[in-house]
């Protein structure tokens, strides 16, 4: 930029990224607002402490309560380009044939869709607690066949709790694609919600293998209750825009596969 912006005006630059995208890159807002690294993280801090935003690594996330789930129409908005990327790689992962447990969210929707462009697609069988993504899947001319759990429906266009997490403990699954909500070295993989939380531990216990599919914007982020610890998961499929630090942590415990996108991460 030509003329370096005051502080106010880049954090509200920085503030209306977050709205729109609900993320953003540390390097991404050095590039836009010509500064240094230093001066846009005292301007995530500022912002933080406001409570605009949240701090993660590499960025700033918008901000929610470790409770609070945000809706399946906003979180669709978020990541596109690097949700599109992790979708088509995850499905790269399923086999013909293979019995398939798919979570609600917007990441897993977009595996659904991409699960459609596989030649065997009619051949896998796939248990769901995702209306959307069984819409997804029932509308091809050549479905595979489908179970949706049933359950009491979230924001996020989940089906959770005991009916759901019942159905889950009859089924003998090959492979779980597995949507979070937050990740975090310690903490691992985290739900905003007990009844979401306790669905998706039940879809673990069902499971031979477990995919995380989940946007590098979830890194840092602690939701209200531990879904699984990092043992549990056999791969992550994130896209590249994850901390060097936290590739570095998850190398060392599960097999991570990065999805890249054309632009680069965002």
Known sequence: MDTPLLADQRRAVIRDAVARAGAVR?????ARLGVSEMTIRRDIAALAELGVLSRVHGGAVARTGSATEPAFTEKATRAGAQKTAIARAVADLVPAGTSLGLTAGTTTAAVATALTRLPHVATLSVLTNSPPAADILFA???APTLVV????????AALVGPVAASVCSTFHLDTLVLGVSGMDAAAGLTSPTLAEADTLAAFLRASSRVVVAADSSKWGTTALRTIAGWDAVDVLVT???????ALEHLRDVVDVRLATTPEGPR
């Open 26 to 30: 540390m390097a991404d807002l050095v």
């Open 140 to 142: 091809q001319p050549h």
């Open 149 to 156: 759990t049933g359950g009491e429906p979230t924001p996020s």
């Open 239 to 245: 896209d590249d825009g994850l901390p060097a630090d």
